[in-house]
């Protein structure tokens, strides 16, 4: 039986991970959960599925939680912090540890598993964006092994020789190519950008996921972050990382090695199937998804990405060219800005516009080996993304 721990799991990752362990319980469990404040849906899943530790980081919401849990006499611990998301993290039952906390809040827990030695299931791209170097050194110091959950990362770890390492170049590759969907505004006329609601930011055409994620792929953001993402997991330079647009979203990303031969995993959108693929690794076990019918769809397109439309793209190869804290700050200006336009205080068209004016203001920093260090990057860019917003040109209001 292998116990797993899920950091973040309200969400949209956390909860198709306790679908896919619903689905397989006779091999594995889940110990410990976590989430932000949503004590109510905490409480369901410690009723079904009665984990050794729930966290809340509200200490409200905790206390709360704690008093359910043993009126309903469940065996489960709570604890309320964010200090306490590392327990849970380094959970001793745990086997594995699926890093599914949104943004910048994800780094030190998910660094407490790498650390810890757990085979890490990692879900939380902008842990690995902000601080890759020292995420990758800690998995190899915890001697733990590191499966990538996003869709094109995990595919690309299928379609890799078996014996790959974290952050080490595979041999015989040339370069991999990332699938992106477009997101909702792929044919939107560029001047309507300006006037696009979150809500319809957050209507991904294939994939039902978390607001903040939805809005990056709607910038195509998420697709600069899953560059930087890839040339840390795998050992590449930016330039080994080609973005390929494909609407379909059933390729999921593709290898191209020396030879000329591309390999490529494929399956209906459905995050359930990376995660299945990892919480079973190296075997397979069935994770609920609808089987693919080529026949059905029909035809697969892929077409260049539009950088002038994306600029978020450009941004984000640049940061990974750049390297040091630049992907730290481009990360946390972009959360700002991202949670400023779901807050309806910035229009859409300004998130690029807020990122470039904070690589202006603050100072990137090369070659880092301290945590300190980019936990500053991160503080100074969120100030900076703030003063920004605040005192806005006309043009970041719609
Ligand atoms: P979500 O917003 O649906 O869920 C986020 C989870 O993190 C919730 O459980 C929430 O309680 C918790 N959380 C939020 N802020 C927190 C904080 N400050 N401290 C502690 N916990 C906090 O997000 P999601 O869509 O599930 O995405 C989670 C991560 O997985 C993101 O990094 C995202 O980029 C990545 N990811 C998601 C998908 C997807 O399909 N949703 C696909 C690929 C990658
Ligand atoms: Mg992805």
Redesign the pocket.
Known sequence: MKGVAI????????V?TLDVIRRNSQEMRAVAL?????DERLFHQCHEFRPDVAVL?DRDAAARLEKQVKAAGLPTEVLGG?ES?KVAARWPQAQSVMA????A??LLPTLAAARAGKQLLL????ALVMAGNLLIEAVHAGGGVLIP???EHNAIFQCLPGDIRAGVRPPGVRRVLLTASGGPFLRLPVERLVRVTPDEACAHPR???????SV?SATLM?KG?ELIEACHLFGLAADEVDVVVHPQSIVHSMVEYLDGSVLAQLGNPD?RIPIAHALAWPQRRPSGADRLDLVAIGRLDFEAPDMERFPCLAYAQAAARAGGTAPAILNAANEMAVQTFLERRLNFAAIPEVIEAVFETVETIGNVSDLEVILQADAQARSAAAAVMQHPVTELHA
């Open positions: 950091l973040g799991s309200t969400g949209s990752v956390g198709s976590t989430a932000l404040s949503n980081v964010a998301l599914a906390i949104v943004g809040a994800g879900a939380n791209k902008e959950i996003d869709s994939w039902a996921m978390g607001r903040k994620i990056d998420n972050l995050m």
